[in-house]
C-alpha cells in the first residue's frame, strides 16, 4: 500500500514570498490533515479535511495560510506572504473513516521550509 | 495542563530497557499514541492504546496506561541503536483532536 505522498520535499524562500505543498494522501482515506513541526516542537494541526469538507480549522492563520481539498483527494496548503517563523516542517496525514483502521492517522515525510 | 508532557531526552545504554514517559490532558481521552521521528523523516506510528485498556504489548514494546493519573509509558526492551529517535506521545481528546507532546529524543549508548 502506497503511503502518504507530499511535495515538494525541500523549499527555501525569501520572506514575503509564496509558497505551496502538495499532498497526496494513502487511497481509500476519508481524513486528511496537515501540520507543522517547528524545529523541537511537536506537530501542531493546522487543519482537518474530512472529504472536501473542513473539519478543524481552528488553528490556521487565515491571513497567510489557505488550503483546499477540491475532489475530497489530493490536498494543497499555500503560504503567502511567508514569514520567518514559517520556517517548519509541514506534514501531511491522512486516517480511514471506517473500520479498524480509523483512529490511526498516517504521515507523510513532511515538507521542509526554510524562510530566509 | 494543557500540555501533553514529556521529557526531551533519554540516553539507554545499548540491550538495555528504555522507558519514555508521557502525561496527557483530557480524562476522556479515547486513544493514545506513541509515534517515531527518525531524523529527516515524518512519523511513524508505534503503537497506540484504547483507553479503556491498561497494557498493550507488542514484540519489543510494552505501553501502560494509568488513566488515574492520565500517564502514558512506551518501554522498548533490548534496546537497539536503531531504536535512537525521537518519540511522540498524543492524546486523542474527547472532542476528536489529536495532541502531540514535543518528543523525546532517545540516545543510544554503546
Known amino acids: 500500500e502506497a503511503g502518504v505522498a507530499q511535495s515538494p520535499r525541500y523549499k527555501i524562500i525569501e520572506k514575503r514570498q509564496s509558497v505551496a505543498f502538495w499532498c497526496n494522501p494513502i487511497?481509500?482515506?476519508?481524513?486528511l490533515y496537515w501540520y507543522q513541526q517547528i524545529l523541537g516542537q511537536g506537530p501542531k494541526l493546522l487543519i482537518q479535511?474530512?472529504?472536501?469538507?473542513?473539519?478543524?480549522d481552528s488553528q490556521l492563520p487565515k491571513d497567510r495560510f489557505s488550503a483546499e481539498r477540491l475532489k475530497g483527494v489530493d490536498s494543497t496548503l499555500k503560504i503567502q506572504p511567508a514569514k520567518l517563523e514559517d520556517s517548519a516542517v509541514y506534514l501531511c496525514?491522512?486516517?480511514?473513516?471506517?473500520?479498524?483502521?480509523?483512529?490511526?492517522?498516517?504521515f507523510g515525510e513532511g515538507s521542509w521550509l526554510t524562510v530566509v | 495542563g494543557e500540555d501533553v508532557e514529556q521529557s526531551l531526552f533519554l540516553s539507554v545504554r545499548e540491550g538495555d530497557s528504555s522507558v519514555i514517559n508521557c502525561t496527557y490532558t483530557d480524562s476522556s481521552s479515547t486513544y493514545l499514541y506513541w509515534y517515531k521521528q527518525e531524523p529527516g523523516a515524518g512519523l511513524q506510528l508505534l503503537t497506540y492504546?484504547?483507553?479503556?485498556?491498561d497494557m498493550k504489548q507488542d514484540q519489543r514494546l510494552t505501553v501502560l496506561l494509568n488513566k488515574k493519573d492520565k500517564h502514558l509509558s512506551l518501554r522498548i526492551a533490548d534496546t537497539q541503536t536503531g531504536d535512537s529517535a525521537i518519540y511522540f506521545c498524543?492524546?486523542?481528546?474527547?472532542?476528536?483532536?489529536?495532541?502531540f507532546g514535543k518528543g523525546t529524543r532517545l540516545h543510544i549508548l554503546p
Open positions: 492504546i484504547f483507553s479503556n485498556m
Open positions: 479535511f474530512q472529504n472536501n469538507g473542513v473539519v478543524d
Open positions: 496525514a491522512s486516517s480511514p473513516l471506517k473500520g479498524g483502521k480509523r483512529n490511526t492517522i498516517y
Open positions: 498524543a492524546e486523542r481528546r474527547g472532542d476528536d483532536k489529536i495532541i
Open positions: 487511497s481509500g482515506h476519508a481524513t
